[in-house]
């Protein structure tokens, strides 16, 4: 099985109070914030190394020297300055097989032109799965996904919450959440997948080759490299492409006109004594009701 | 890249284990720390993440890295929890560094694995109930019988020595003299629970700080060692000692850093809330001279410290005089960082929710454990005697 996993950098989201709005309102600036790796595609990073492995061979290595637990491919894709290796070489550490950087500035990009690169890339290495986080923690917009799976005719799930498929299996049973419920999904593959924080669950991911009884550990994000993950990740293929070079003319559909805080809250609080008053001013006064 | 991080494997190292501190260590470090316990658990973790061998050579299920890495994991894990990194630089720096640069073959395959995985916890024993800083003036000894040796002695404030109230730590590297040998010949040997001979003397209880790891006095009663486990030649460890000293005090002034940079993030975060007298505390002159101050004397030890790392050799000796240095000065900084970081919290920083008070306790052992701010400066102004210039 082949998975391909864009994976995008952001300013800190554990900071994110101190993104500022630049004076004029033309851009939102994270100055003094370090680059980490979007949450949401950590997560489905995470389920793709899942998908990919037998965890029963963990650590053993065949006569060639590689390692036996590997029994997919993981490829990530990271669109922007060249400093984003570094968030492909976290991945290459966390133990995907290899990366592609398309250099482009993040200035000139949006969900449209991510998902006409992605398509392009995907096109040029026909994954059996192209697993992104559901949205990134900078931008929020929740598009890239569906517009990639549109453009490239492949079915798609959203906000998957486990993922089941056996060995040789052209399909996954995938389940997702909904507002009412949770839906079960069998969906053949090449398809585009996105994930929820629920897809770490210990026993989200069964591939059919990992033991069945086999849990991960409870975990807010993907897994850590390991120090010997960082060294071998020097050692893994990096690609390095353009837009001109994959075919792809961008076409922007958003323009951002303008940034601003959200106004200070005004944090006035009223004491109600009863039920039915809350109720009341529910209705006639914050007429949310 | 920069002198902390030299190289793109560095960086990684930092994040990766910056990473896994915030998100494990830090939250299991009070509850560890009031019920003076040791997270097993945990520590095993390491292993798996390659942190438990860091220096030791990858044939033996090591990361093969060098003295910079070292510091970068102590000073990233103890900024989270220093109790629990001390008994990680037990395992990781005083056995599994030892006995990878001292060991032979048979030895290093015997133990090294086992240690890299965490499967087998390690430490080291030189202080004794009546020896400390007077290293030398230990008075264990050993006597070859036939095939193995006889250990006698008792060992103090071993960090691993135990992992519970009654359970030994696994293994040992134990300085002993063999009787009738001069004072500067010391021999090591590696003591395995479950020899005869070899007992939990006592789990000491109620120590001010470093309360994640366990510290034991652990006796030797006419104890049997095979003799395949002396390390190195007889009298000759003393050299060993001297050798293994130097990374160990540079990773516990590595702890001592970490200490220094949480308090200068929890002082400097507090002073920006924290409003008094209808402004934000760090308006005020008393209040920057304490973060100011503090940030400056973290950034001057963090310098030293890596600089030293930087041209550290483990396979050889010959930077005791910064080692020595740099622990003399992290040490007392880090102590004097949390300090102020209490006080710039106020009442606040006296209780454990604020974690300042818990780095303050931590803080103070590193300027007693590894060697006291005494001896450093003992051994750093023989070592300058002898020299008529600085380069």
């Keep these: 099985m082949k998975i391909l996993v864009p994976v ?41 190394l ?16 590689k390692p036996l637990d590997r029994i997919g491919e993981v490829v990530l894709v990271s669109i922007g300055p060249k400093d984003a290796v570094q968030t492909i070489r976290q991945g290459l550490a966390m133990g995907a097989e290899r990366g592609i950087l398309v250099e482009a500035e993040d200035s000139s990009l949006d969900s449209h032109v991510v998902a006409q690169v992605l398509a392009a890339v995907a096109q040029k290495e026909n994954p059996d799965i192209v697993f992104l986080g559901k949205q990134s923690a900078d931008g929020d917009s929740n598009v890239a996904g569906t517009k990639l799976a549109e453009m490239l005719g492949w079915p798609l799930v959203n906000y998957a919450t486990s993922i089941r498929t056996e060995p040789g299996s052209d399909t996954l049973t995938v389940t997702r959440a909904l507002d009412g419920g949770v839906q079960t999904i069998e969906v053949k593959m090449p398809c585009v997948l996105t994930s929820t924080d629920r897809i770490l669950h210990p026993e989200s991911v069964k591939n059919g080759v990992t033991p ?78 | 890249m920069s002198l902390f991080e030299p190289t793109d494997e560095h960086r990684q190292l930092r994040e990766m284990v910056r990473a896994f501190a915030e998100r494990e260590v830090e939250p299991q470090a009070a509850a560890h720390d009031r019920s003076e316990s040791f997270n097993l658990d945990l520590f095993r973790q390491l292993g798996e993440l390659g942190l438990l061998g860091i220096t030791c050579g ?63 916890i390690g430490g080291m024993c030189i202080s004794e109930p009546g020896a400390g800083t007077d290293v030398l003036g230990m008075t264990t000894t050993a006597r070859r019988e036939g ?62 700080g470093m309360r994640a790891s366990p510290t034991a006095e652990l006796v030797f009663a ?103 240095g740099v622990k003399l000065f992290c040490s007392t900084m880090g102590k004097e960082v949390a300090d102020r970081a209490i006080q710039v919290l106020g009442g606040y920083g006296y209780v454990g929710e604020y974690r300042v008070e818990r780095l303050w306790r931590d803080a103070k052992l590193l300027e007693i454990g590894g060697g006291t701010v005494e001896a450093h400066q003992k051994n750093m102004t023989r070592d300058l005697s002898r020299l008529d210039r600085l380069r």
């Excluded at chain 1, 003094?32 to 995470?46: R, T, V």
């Excluded at chain 1, 994000?221 to 070079?245: D, N, V």
């Excluded at chain 2, 060991?103 to 395959?109: L, S």
């Excluded at chain 2, 503090?294 to 030293?308: D, I, K, P």
Aim: glycine residues 8%; contains cysteine.
């Design chain 1, 8 to 48: 995008k950098r952001v300013a800190d989201p554990d900071n994110a109070n101190k993104v500022k709005v630049s004076d004029d309102g033309t851009k939102v600036t994270s100055d003094g914030l370090e680059w980490k790796m979007n949450p949401f595609d950590e997560w489905s990073l995470e389920a793709a």
């Design chain 2, 58 to 120: 990858e044939q033996y299920g090591g990361s093969g890295m060098d003295a910079v890495a070292a510091c970068i994991a102590h000073e990233e894990l103890a900024a989270a929890d220093p109790g629990f990194t001390l008994a990680y630089l037990a395992h990781s720096m005083l056995f599994v560094n030892n006995l990878y640069q001292n060991g032979d073959e048979d030895q290093r395959q015997r133990y090294l694995p086992k240690a890299c995985r965490g499967e087998a």
């Design chain 1, 212 to 289: 069945e009884d086999h849990k991960y550990p409870e975990s807010e994000g993907g897994r850590y490299a390991s120090l010997k993950g960082i060294m071998a990740a020097k050692k893994k293929p990096l690609e390095e492409t353009t837009l001109e070079a994959l075919g792809v003319t961008p076409k922007r559909t958003e323009e951002y006109v303008k940034f601003a805080l959200p106004p200070a809250r005004e944090g006035k609080a009223t004491v109600v004594e009863s039920v039915d008053e809350l109720v009341e001013k529910l209705h006639s006064e914050a007429k949310v009701l």
């Design chain 2, 222 to 324: 006419d104890c049997v060692v095979p003799a395949a486990n002396r390390v190195g030649e007889e009298g000759s460890a003393t050299l060993h000692m001297m050798r293994n000293l130097e990374i160990e005090r540079l990773t516990l002034a590595s702890m001592s850093l970490g200490i220094a940079r949480r308090c200068v993030e929890i002082m400097n975060d507090y002073a920006r809330e924290r409003r008094s007298f209808g402004q934000p505390l760090n308006r005020y002159g008393q209040i920057q001279r304490h973060i100011a101050e503090s940030y400056a004397q973290y950034m001057a030890g963090r310098a030293y410290a890596y600089a030293v790392a930087g041209r550290m050799k483990l396979d050889a000796p010959g930077q005791r005089l910064d080692t020595d």
């Design chain 1, 50 to 65: 899942r998908l990919t492995e037998d965890v029963s061979k963990k650590g053993m290595k065949g006569d060639d020297g």
């Design chain 2, 147 to 208: 095939d193995h040796y006889v250990l006698n002695g008792a060992k103090m404030w071993i960090t691993n020595g135990a992992i519970s109230d009654t359970e030994l730590g696994d293994v040992f590297l134990v300085y002993a003299r063999m009787e009738g040998a001069a004072r500067n010949e010391l021999s090591m040997f590696i003591v395995e629970k479950g020899f005869e001979g070899f007992k939990l003397g006592q789990k000491i209880e109620d120590k001010l």
